[in-house]
């Protein structure tokens, strides 16, 4: 009984330890994000103020005036650091919530000095308080949360109550990617597409069938979820659209 209460008393030392870790290793990542110079943190007094960067991403911060480009719910950033390799004629924006995930893609940003680069903290709930009219040129939307439940519509981030958000700021002919291991979210976001008359510029639900019928970055950047979820055995769904 002795024996069993001590190794009890060990597990529990053992899991509050490596517990400890984990918080003390996301505290160390927040306090790099907000000295990386190319992170933008959520700021409730700027955004009331009005974002210093809305409307001047070109000059404010990329210092070209190449196409802007975002990754939304970028987790840690796959796409956003693989488009910036693969293409220097155009800026990257990855956008999410956590900041202990977006840190990774922001620490490869540092790593390899990379200027057509950065990351935004925020809710994308928020996001048309951080870009001006026609200043994004394309979005990519990278595995979401499916939100399954029908109370929960409107949290999808192809929703229209996103959607709308979007159309503020993406420019007239803004492609719309989106990348998702959830079947019911792709035929949703299809349906969107057709009630609202969108152009739909490309469609699969199985994009590794072929993978050759499609540009190289689509089946060779794979993100964190893509790999769990691609594990699983489940397909890949691939859609694009724009307004
Ligand atoms: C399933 S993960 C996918 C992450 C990454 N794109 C990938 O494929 O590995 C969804 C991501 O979206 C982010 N997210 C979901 N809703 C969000 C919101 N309203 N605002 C900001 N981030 C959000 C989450 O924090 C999470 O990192």
């Known amino acids: 009984m002795g024996k069993r209460r001590f190794s009890r008393h060990r597990l529990i030392c053992k899991f509050a330890a490596e517990y400890s870790g984990m918080a003390k290793k996301k505290l160390e990542r927040f306090q790099e994000i907000k000295a990386f110079p190319h992170v933008f943190e959520f700021n409730f007094q700027e955004i009331s103020r009005g974002f210093a960067l809305k409307g001047n991403w070109h000059s404010g911060f990329f210092k070209n005036n190449l196409p802007i480009v975002l990754e939304l719910g970028c987790g840690k950033g796959e796409y956003t650091v693989g488009l910036a390799q693969r293409s220097p004629e155009k800026n990257f924006i990855g956008v999410d919530l956590k900041g202990n995930r977006l840190w990774v893609g922001a620490k490869q940003i540092e790593t390899d000095s990379m200027s057509n ?126 307004f």
Not at 137 to 142: A, D, K, Y
Not at 189 to 209: F, P
Request: charged share 35%.
């Open 117 to 242: 680069a950065a990351f935004l903290r925020t809710r994308i709930d928020f996001i048309d308080y951080y870009f001006g009219p026609q200043e994004v040129s394309e979005l990519w939307i990278t595995f979401p949360d499916p939100q399954p439940q029908k109370t929960r519509e409107r949290k999808r981030l192809t929703s229209m109550r996103f959607l709308d958000r979007y159309r503020k700021f993406l420019k007239p002919d803004g492609i719309i990617h989106l990348k998702t291991d959830s079947k019911s979210f792709y035929d949703y976001t299809l349906e969107v597409i057709a009630e609202n008359r969108y152009t739909l510029l490309d469609h699969t639900d199985d994009l590794y069938a072929n993978p050759e019928a499609r540009p190289a970055e689509l089946t060779e950047i794979k993100t964190h979820y893509e790999g769990i979820f691609s594990k699983k055995g489940f397909k890949i769904c691939y859609l694009k659209f724009r």
